[in-house]
């Protein structure tokens, strides 16, 4: 679902019902069958086809389960923010998991996803890959989220404020500049490899 977004509302203000930021549906096979014409045809429909299949609060942790029979593909679960929840992606089969409070977007105080990292790490206990997303502007940001238990982490705004603005070369450049800064903060810090990144080189 998506949180309660007061500029949204004053706007009125949603891309996704003037079909704008849905490629990925428009363009799923699966998606578009449900459809009696392309989503070109009638954006319309496709978009309350989307509309109704977005927000589907009925959805449990077994349906996870089933997800995990259907496919082979790797699954990777977004939002994890406690270490119980971190569990229960485990047991249910994900292969990964994403720690993120979508940049703070969805619940206004939501705990800082840095802050919940160390927990859901020492939940996981490397028994299957975490990721972080959220606040990564710097090198600085990617050594602290490392240090924590992040096995990667994510870059959302920084390749899509670069492609807005230059393009392909727009977002080479910023991948270029996000990791020499990595690197030259590491050799600051008198690191040689992310593999001696802990939790004992940082302090609040």
């Given at each position: 679902m998506l949180g309660w977004r007061e500029r949204d509302l004053?706007?009125?203000?949603?891309?996704?019902?003037?079909?704008?930021?849905?490629?990925n549906y428009?363009?799923?096979?699966?998606?578009?069958?449900?459809?009696?014409?392309?989503?070109?045809?009638?954006?319309?429909?496709?978009?309350?086809?989307?509309?109704?299949?977005?927000?589907?609060?009925?959805?449990?942790?077994?349906?996870?389960?089933?997800?995990?029979r259907q496919t082979k593909l790797p699954i990777v679960l977004k939002g994890i923010l406690h270490p119980d929840d971190a569990r229960l992606a485990l047991d249910h089969g994900v292969d990964a998991i994403i720690v993120s409070n979508h940049g703070g977007r969805q619940v206004d105080g939501a705990i800082a996803a840095l802050d919940a990292l160390p927990a859901v790490a020492a939940a996981i206990q490397q028994k299957i890959p975490i990721l972080f997303?959220?606040?990564?502007?710097?090198?600085?940001d990617a050594i602290k989220a490392l240090a924590l238990g992040a096995?990667?982490?994510l870059l959302a705004r920084l390749y899509v404020w670069s492609?807005?603005?230059?393009?392909?070369?727009?977002?080479?450049?910023?991948?270029?500049?996000f990791l020499a800064d990595l690197d030259l903060t590491m050799g600051l810090s008198g690191f040689r490899s992310v593999r001696e990144?802990?939790?004992?080189?940082?302090e609040k």
């Amino acid at each position: 679902m998506l949180g309660w977004r007061e500029r949204d509302l004053q706007h009125p203000y949603l891309p996704f019902l003037l079909g704008d930021g849905l490629a990925n549906y428009f363009t799923d096979p699966v998606f578009c069958s449900r459809l009696p014409q392309p989503p070109a045809a009638d954006p319309a429909a496709a978009i309350r086809l989307w509309a109704g299949l977005f927000s589907n609060t009925a959805l449990t942790w077994t349906d996870l389960s089933w997800l995990r029979r259907q496919t082979k593909l790797p699954i990777v679960l977004k939002g994890i923010l406690h270490p119980d929840d971190a569990r229960l992606a485990l047991d249910h089969g994900v292969d990964a998991i994403i720690v993120s409070n979508h940049g703070g977007r969805q619940v206004d105080g939501a705990i800082a996803a840095l802050d919940a990292l160390p927990a859901v790490a020492a939940a996981i206990q490397q028994k299957i890959p975490i990721l972080f997303d959220s606040g990564i502007r710097y090198g600085s940001d990617a050594i602290k989220a490392l240090a924590l238990g992040a096995r990667a982490v994510l870059l959302a705004r920084l390749y899509v404020w670069s492609l807005a603005i230059a393009g392909e070369q727009g977002v080479r450049d910023v991948l270029q500049n996000f990791l020499a800064d990595l690197d030259l903060t590491m050799g600051l810090s008198g690191f040689r490899s992310v593999r001696e990144l802990d939790a004992s080189i940082l302090e609040k």
